[in-house]
Structure formats: C-alpha cells, structure tokens
C-alpha cells in the first residue's frame, strides 16, 4: 500500500520509505559505534596502552650512614666511603630490605674492607664490586626475606684516600 506526500500530494511507495528509516539507523548505529570505539583506543593510549607495555616504577632505598672502611694497602692504612643505593621494582622488596639491614650493612662493610686499592681505582674494579655487593644483598634476601627482588645496588658516592 502507499503512503501520500503531503506537502506534494504525491504518493510513495512504503517500502521506500521504511527502507531509507532503516538504513538511518543503521547509518546512526555505525557512526556512534564507531565513535565509541574511537574514544576508547584514544583513552586507552592516553592512560599508557595495556600495563605490559609500561616500563616498572623504580624504588630506592638509601643506605644511611654512608659505609666507611679502611683497608691496608703497601702497609699504608687506606679509607674508603662509600653511599649505596638499592633499588628495586617492588616497595615490598625494600621493606625487607629496611628489616634486615643491619646483616645488609655487616655484609657490605666486609666485602669492602676485603677490597684492593689498586683494583678500585679503575672503573672497571668499581663496577665488579657494585655487582659483587648486588648479589650479596640479593642472597641475603632470598635467605631471609623470602626471595625479595633487589634489582640493583649504585654507588651514589665513592671516595677513596
């Protein structure tokens, strides 16, 4: 059956005119779908995209007073200070490290009274004993703390005389 036109008083056929509703609708449909989809990857990759794309937050935790030893070196007697840092990607994993400092800090003034001058003047000396001194805190951990990851150890000072 038609329908009539009537500013024109023509008649239209009704399935032309509910064919051009639907496909409206359908228009209107993919147009607010594909806004919504839009917003959500413009949002998403404004807030960092999925969490595995997002680098670890560090944590530091300073070990407070510097470290201080002396060493013999040519029967001289010699010093060393030294500030370290731990760091890690879990503040729990520094927590562990705060209860057990005093085994942190025993162990570390060893390892650097045990130490050479001549080896310690190169860069590479120092960089062997910033990963000797990481797996030591890493061990002492792992044996005390239930396997809490330290990332690393830095010097933040170095001073020898």
């Given at each position: 059956m038609a329908a009539v036109d009537k500013e024109k008083g023509d008649q239209v056929p009704a399935t032309t005119r509910r064919?051009?509703?639907?496909?409206l609708m359908l228009v209107l449909?993919?147009?607010?779908?594909?806004?919504?989809?839009?917003?959500?990857?413009?949002?998403?990759?404004?807030?960092?995209?999925?969490?595995?794309?997002?680098?670890p937050t560090s944590h530091y935790l300073a070990l407070q007073p510097e470290?201080?030893?002396?060493?013999?070196?040519?029967?001289?007697?010699?010093y060393l200070q030294a500030g370290l840092e731990l760091m890690a990607y879990e503040p729990r994993a520094l927590d562990a490290a705060k209860e057990h400092m005093p085994v942190i800090r025993h162990e570390l003034l060893m390892l650097l009274s045990d130490q050479e001058f001549e080896t310690l003047i190169g860069s590479e000396g120092k960089e062997?004993?910033?990963?000797?001194?990481?797996?030591?805190v890493r061990d002492l951990l792992a044996e005390r703390a239930n396997h809490h990851e330290i990332e690393d150890v830095f010097f933040t000072s170095f001073v020898m005389q």
């Open positions: 064919g051009s509703r639907w496909g449909l993919l147009v607010l779908g594909a806004g919504g989809g839009g917003g959500a990857f413009y949002l998403n990759d404004m807030h960092g995209g999925d969490r595995a794309d997002r680098k470290l201080v030893v002396n060493f013999r070196d040519a029967g001289r007697v010699r062997a004993l910033r990963i000797e001194a990481r797996e030591i």
